[in-house]
C-alpha cells in the first residue's frame, strides 16, 4: 500500500498495568478515507490502544507516526491540536444549548468587540448540518435535547470535522441507538470518509462494522489475531466466525 495517504501508523504498541500485558506489539495503519474497525471483545485492548494514540498514556514500547513523523503526544489536547479527534459514547451534547452552541462548545466565534458571533455560527453551523447529511434539520437555534439519538451522535462528529480532524476515532458510536438512528449515523461516517477523513471505528457490533468498515483489525487480549480488507470476507458471518474462532468457540 502507498505510504502517500497513510495518516497513523503503529508499530509494536506494548502496555503493561502491573501484571496486565494489556496490549502486546499492536501494529497497524489507518490511511486518508478509509475505515477501520477495530473489534474486539471486552477487555480486548481497544480502549488502551486509543488512549496509547492520544497520549493519555504513554506505551511502554513501540512507534506512533502520524502523517509520516514519530510523535508522542503528551495528552489528548495535543493530539486534538494535530488533527486526532476521539468522540466518545459517553461524551454528551449540553441539552439546554442550541445546535449551534453545541457544535462550537467552548471555540465560539465572537466578533471584533468580542461579542459571540451568533450569526456566523449560524451560517458555519447550517454548513456542518449539510456536510453531515442533517441538512434537513435546518434550525441550528434548535436545543439539542429536542435531538434524537442519532442527531446528537451525528453532531459530535460535525463538531470533529468542523475542527479540523484528520481522523476520528468513534468509541462504539452506535450504542443505545435504534437501527433507523444508526443508519443515519452511518451515513455520517460514509459522509466523513468521502472527505478524505480517515475513522478508526470501535465496535462489539460486528453488523454495523462490517456495513461501515474497509479493513478490520481483530484485537484479543491485548494483541493482534487477524487483520484483513472487506474485501477479504463474504460477509459479516465470516467476520463472526474468524471472531469465535479467535474466541476460541466453534464457528456456526
Ligand atoms: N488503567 C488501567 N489499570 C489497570 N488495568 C487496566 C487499565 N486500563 C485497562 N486495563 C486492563 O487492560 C485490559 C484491556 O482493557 P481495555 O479497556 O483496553 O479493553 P477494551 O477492549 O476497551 O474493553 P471494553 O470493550 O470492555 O471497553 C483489561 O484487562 C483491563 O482490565
Given amino acids: 500500500m502507498s505510504d502517500t495517504n497513510n495518516l497513523l501508523r503503529l508499530k509494536g504498541i506494548e502496555k503493561s498495568f502491573g501484571s496486565i500485558q494489556a496490549l502486546k506489539g499492536v501494529s497497524l495503519d489507518v490511511n486518508e478515507g478509509e475505515v477501520l474497525a477495530l473489534v ?23 512507534e506512533i ?11 489528548p489536547d495535543e493530539a486534538l491540536e494535530q488533527g486526532i479527534s476521539v468522540v466518545y459514547q459517553d461524551m454528551e451534547l449540553i441539552p439546554s444549548l442550541t445546535v449551534a452552541r453545541n457544535l462550537f462548545l467552548g471555540k ?14 449560524y451560517e458555519e453551523t447550517k454548513e456542518v448540518l449539510d456536510d453531515i447529511g442533517l441538512g434537513s434539520l ?89 487483520e484483513f480488507t472487506k474485501d477479504d470476507i463474504e460477509g459479516p458471518k465470516e467476520l463472526i466466525d474468524r471472531m469465535k474462532l479467535v474466541a476460541g468457540q466453534e464457528a456456526e
Fill in 108 to 121: 465560539e466565534p465572537t466578533d471584533r468587540f468580542g461579542n459571540l458571533d451568533s450569526d456566523l455560527m
Fill in 138 to 226: 435546518n434550525d441550528p437555534n434548535l436545543p439539542a435535547e429536542n435531538l434524537s439519538g442519532g442527531e446528537s451522535q451525528s453532531i459530535k462528529i460535525g463538531r470533529a470535522l468542523h475542527f479540523d480532524a484528520d481522523l476520528l476515532i468513534l468509541d462504539e458510536p452506535l450504542r443505545n441507538l435504534s437501527v433507523k438512528e444508526s443508519e443515519k449515523v452511518l451515513e455520517t461516517v460514509e459522509r466523513t470518509k468521502e472527505q478524505g477523513i480517515g475513522t478508526i471505528y470501535i465496535s462489539h457490533n460486528i453488523f454495523n462494522a462490517y456495513e461501515v468498515a474497509d479493513r478490520f483489525h481483530l484485537l484479543d487480549s491485548g494483541a493482534t489475531i487477524d
Fill in 65 to 75: 507516526h502520524w502523517k509520516g513523523e514519530q510523535v508522542t503526544f503528551k495528552n
Fill in 40 to 62: 474486539g471483545d471486552n477487555g480486548a485492548g481497544k480502549s488502551t490502544l486509543i488512549k496509547n494514540i492520544v497520549g493519555y498514556h504513554q506505551p511502554d514500547a513501540g
